[in-house]
């Protein structure tokens, strides 16, 4: 069964540019979470979507969004890159109903410069 | 107030000895506490989770403890190896269909040869 897949794994833009990271989850799972990972801030919650609703928001400004696909794949979009912004931002999936913690994907690596 | 705090933030063990990573909570309404496991270049997996109304919950090497009372939970890796080198992320679960995980800041374990 293949995992949670993201894309692309590395990526490097300028401050101000606009990003766009994807990610597709495990087969049968309609749930997609997105984390950013910032060095020495752990995990934080950025958004979350079921049935191609965003469910919940984390504590980010406007700028990030995103949106979840009839496949139950989505994508994170980040406007107007700022420096800190540089995370590795992580993708999981579970399934609806019966929910027993999420399946991570390996993540993007962004670099803004 | 939704946070986790995790110790230490890293911690070195000789191969054969015990590991043990400690989180806290302020925010009773967490229904949910699982442990992560991240090795570099990776997105973190699973390694096992605890719900509140259970004290001890043991899979294989690792056990989790659970303190409701004093809003604590602990990660032992018993016979630690070389392998479970890697940095360990406790979480607790907002409870309220959320589905959102508030993540510690993680510990770096070293285990040596």
């Known amino acids: 069964e293949a995992g949670v897949t993201q894309s692309p794994t590395h990526l490097i833009k300028t401050r101000g540019q606009q990003v766009t990271l994807r990610c597709s989850p495990i087969?049968?799972?309609?749930?997609v979470y997105w984390y950013q990972q910032a060095l020495g801030l752990g995990l934080q919650f950025l958004l979350w979507?079921?049935?191609?609703?965003?469910?919940n928001r984390g504590n980010f400004p406007p700028r990030f969004s995103g949106r979840q696909f009839p496949n139950y794949s989505s994508e994170l979009n980040v406007n107007a890159l700022e420096l800190e912004d540089s995370a590795l931002y992580l993708c999981?999936?579970?399934?609806?109903?019966?929910?027993?913690?999420?399946?991570f994907g390996s993540g993007t690596r962004l670099t803004v410069v | 107030q939704q946070q986790v705090k995790q110790s230490p933030q890293s911690l070195i063990v000789q191969k054969g000895g015990i590991s043990i990573i400690n989180c806290a909570y302020e925010?009773?309404?967490?229904?949910?506490f699982p442990w992560y496991q991240q090795f570099p270049g990776k997105g973190p997996a699973l390694l096992i989770a605890?719900?509140?109304?259970?004290s001890e919950k043991k899979e294989g090497r690792f056990t989790i403890s659970f303190n409701k009372s004093a809003k604590q939970f602990s990660l032992h890796i018993m016979d630690s190896q070389p392998g479970d080198s890697a940095t360990y992320f406790c979480?607790?679960?907002?409870?309220?269909?959320?589905?959102?995980?508030?993540f510690g800041k993680g510990t770096k374990l070293t285990v040596n040869p």
């Open positions: 979507y079921d049935e191609g609703e965003e469910r």
């Open positions: 605890i719900r509140p109304d259970v």
């Open positions: 087969s049968g799972h309609t749930s």
């Open positions: 979480a607790a679960r907002v409870q309220g269909g959320s589905e959102k995980l508030v």
């Open positions: 925010n009773t309404a967490f229904d949910y």
């Open positions: 999981a999936s579970s399934p609806g109903t019966g929910w027993d913690g999420y399946t």
